[in-house]
C-alpha cells in the first residue's frame, strides 16, 4: 500500500508540473513508464487483498511488460501516427517491475523480522 500511495503522489506531482510547463524531458518522457507497473501491480493486489498471502509472481509482470511493450510501442504507433515507438518506453516499464517487486521483497523481510 505505501507503494501505491508514493507512487500515485509522484505521478500527480508529475502531471501538476507538465501541466505548467514546469518538467524535463526524462518526466514528460518516462516518468509515467516508469510509474506504471508500480501503480497497476499494487492496484491489482490491493484488490486481491482478500487473500493475504497474495503475491502478483514476477512472471505474470513479465508477460504484462511483453504486452504492454507489443501494444504500446508496436501496434499502436503503426495505427495512430500521434503516438511515436521508444523502445526506452520499454526499459522504464521493466524497471518499474523491478522496483514493484523489489519493495515487495524488502516488505516480506521486514515482516519476517
Known amino acids: 500500500m505505501r507503494l501505491l500511495i508514493i507512487t500515485l503522489v509522484i505521478f500527480s506531482i508529475n502531471q501538476v508540473l507538465q501541466n505548467l510547463g514546469l518538467s524535463t524531458e526524462f518526466m514528460t518522457s518516462y516518468l509515467d513508464d516508469l510509474l506504471f507497473f508500480p501503480i497497476s501491480l499494487s492496484v491489482i493486489r490491493l484488490f486481491e487483498n482478500r487473500n493475504k498471502n497474495y503475491e502478483i509472481p ?56
Open 58 to 113: 514476477f512472471y505474470h509482470s513479465l508477460i504484462g511488460l511483453i504486452f504492454i511493450s507489443v501494444l504500446y510501442e508496436y501496434l499502436v504507433p503503426k495505427i495512430d501516427s500521434r503516438f511515436t515507438a521508444d523502445p526506452f518506453d520499454s526499459l522504464y516499464y521493466g524497471l518499474g517491475i523491478i522496483i514493484y517487486h523489489s519493495s515487495r521483497i524488502k516488505m516480506k523481510t521486514r515482516a519476517i523480522k
